[in-house]
């Protein structure tokens, strides 16, 4: 039987490499010179450092740069809050990876709404979608791609 998997994911080498990059632009910009400006990566959370909220923000908009110049969507970014503490500012950004449950179950909704002959099964944190016509499953994919998700979604191993 025909299937396929949905993912959200994103290569994790790609990121850091992304993050170097960013640390490298921010220490040879003028405007961050003496500032203390890093970016710090933490499994799946990176840490902004700076001086003000202002800097924050452009340190941002670098990391967006570099990340989509990587291949990276920036859609899985999860920005929090920045803290203010004295002279410095922090941020986090957290790099969604995985589908969650409450995502899961409202695309597993939306499939089967659809009234197209498949099945859609959570497995972890991806999606199974399986049925017998190879077009049906193209459907299901074109139909995913036109929602409205947060979260980028990949579409994996396609076997027929």
Same mark, same amino acid.
């Given at each position: 039987?025909?299937?396929?998997?949905?993912?959200s994911d994103f290569d994790a080498h790609e990121a850091s490499n992304a993050i170097d990059q960013s640390n490298r632009e921010v220490t040879t910009r003028f405007d961050f010179k003496g500032t203390?400006? !890093?970016?710090?990566?933490?499994?799946?959370?990176i840490s902004l450092t700076s001086q003000s909220d202002f800097q924050l923000k452009q340190m941002l908009d670098i990391l967006r740069q570099k990340l989509?110049?990587?291949?990276?969507?920036?859609?899985c970014l999860d920005e929090k809050e920045p803290e203010f503490s004295g002279s410095e500012a922090r941020q986090?950004?957290?790099l969604r990876k995985g589908i969650d449950s409450d995502l899961a179950r409202k695309l597993v909704k939306m499939v089967k709404g659809s009234k197209? !002959?498949?099945q859609a099964a959570i497995q972890g944190d991806q999606l199974r979608i399986s049925g017998k016509k190879r077009d049906d499953l193209q459907a299901v994919i074109t139909l995913l791609k036109n929602a409205d998700v947060e979260l980028?979604?990949?579409?994996?191993n396609f076997r027929d």
């Open positions: 039987m025909p299937s396929f998997d949905v993912v203390g400006s !890093k970016y710090e990566l933490d499994g799946q959370v989509v110049k990587r291949g990276i969507d920036i859609a986090q950004v957290i197209l !002959k498949v980028p979604l990949q579409y994996e």
